[in-house]
């Protein structure tokens, strides 16, 4: 195997968990934000009232896009998988 085909799939993987990761991370962020300025406003800093919303929002966000994700990361591996031949 080359150093071009390890570098290949080094950065299609990278790219492939931005790409899943990134949702989630980006609605676990708005959700904190939002959060922070609405604790921030009402002067009530609780760890609990910053987790819980954040922890939702990302399960239902999650659940929503499974389909998608799932299709995405099998089909990555489908693509990894089929190229092993040619790559050995």
Not at 46 to 75: H, T, Y
Request: glycine content about 8%.
């Amino acid at each position: 195997m080359d150093m071009t085909g390890v570098v290949d799939w080094s950065r299609e993987a990278i790219r492939m968990a931005i790409v899943l990761g990134g949702p989630l991370l980006l609605t676990a962020l708005v959700v904190g934000l939002i959060v922070g300025i609405v604790q921030t406003l009402t002067q009530m800093h609780e760890p609990v009232v910053a987790q819980v919303p954040r922890l939702l929002a990302v399960a239902a966000v999650a659940l929503i896009l499974l389909p998608w994700m799932l299709g995405s990361w099998v089909a990555y591996m489908r693509d990894l998988i089929g190229s092993l031949p040619e790559r050995f």
